[in-house]
């Protein structure tokens, strides 16, 4: 069976990342920038993350690293990347202007059934979108608000979190960018847009404590029994990776 084809729209941190995500699921990726440097640049990036992973043990997908690159392959033509894609992810700077172009292009080139989805990380749907012919295909891909208990820990734990155990959040801004500087040039009219929604401090009670808890309880049911041998392995996990801590640091 021909497998689906996926076209990623700028091949900075965001776009080699979710070409990785594509590639663990088996899917055909182009990576379209405007500059061939770039992309040779991270195309190196992304071969040099999957091999590191591979040898941990914690790539993702059941192909290997190897399978994985060759899914991936460059283009520096917009129409050429996105011809025969199923779903576009577009990853360029946040910028409005500049993504609302792009996404103008997109709209003069697409079919019907082609997803057109963006990773903006606080840039309204309706300034993206509104005037394209396929505004009903276009997605933003970040969760808005629709979230369960349980996967907010695992974006924490699985995500964030992970890094956190090592470096604080000001120096995860400053290696998601060229620098704090960088970051908050690019960020802070969108960060201030998010503060700026942030209701009254909430009461801690009623229907919302209700919900995670039910959720949380699912998952590890409020019973001593239960709650001690969870206690003991989420310590047993902290000396372990105190251990490796300080292991690095004697390295």
């Known amino acids: 069976m021909e497998l689906s084809q996926v076209a990623i729209i700028g091949s ?6 979710w070409a990785m995500v594509f590639a663990a699921g088996g899917f055909k990726v182009k990576l379209y920038d405007i500059a061939q440097e770039q992309l040779t640049t991270a ?16 790539l993702k997908g059941a192909l290997s690293a190897e399978q994985q690159l060759a ?36 709209d003069l080139t697409v079919g019907d059934s082609v997803i057109l989805s963006s990773s ?4 309204l749907p309706s300034k ?23 996967d907010l820990d695992l974006v924490m734990s699985d995500g964030l ?8 959040p000001l120096e995860t801004m400053h290696l998601n960018a060229e620098g704090v500087s960088s ?3 690019r960020y802070a009219e969108g960060m201030k847009l998010v503060l700026n929604t942030f209701g009254p ?34 310590d047993e996990c902290l000396t372990g990776l105190a251990k490796l801590k300080t292991q690095m640091k004697s390295d």
């Open 12 to 17: 900075g941190l965001i776009g080699r990342s």
């Open 43 to 58: 195309l190196e990036n992304i071969s040099k993350q999957m091999k590191e992973m591979e040898k941990l043990g914690v």
């Open 71 to 106: 899914l991936i392959s460059v283009c520096t033509d917009l129409k050429a990347a996105v011809e025969g894609a199923t779903f576009i992810q577009e990853c360029t700077p946040e910028n409005l202007e500049l993504k609302k172009k792009i996404f103008g292009q997109l």
């Open 120 to 123: 903006t990380s606080c840039l």
């Open 128 to 150: 993206l979108f509104t005037g394209l012919k396929h505004v009903k295909q276009c997605i933003v891909s970040h969760p808005e608000g629709v979230i369960s208990p349980t």
């Open 161 to 168: 979190g992970m890094r956190y155990a090592f470096i604080g």
């Open 183 to 185: 970051y908050c040039e």
């Open 201 to 234: 401090v909430p009461e801690f009670s009623g229907e919302t404590v209700q919900k995670v808890n039910q959720a949380l309880s699912e998952k590890i049911p409020v019973v001593p029994k239960v709650l001690d041998a969870r206690r003991k392995w989420r």
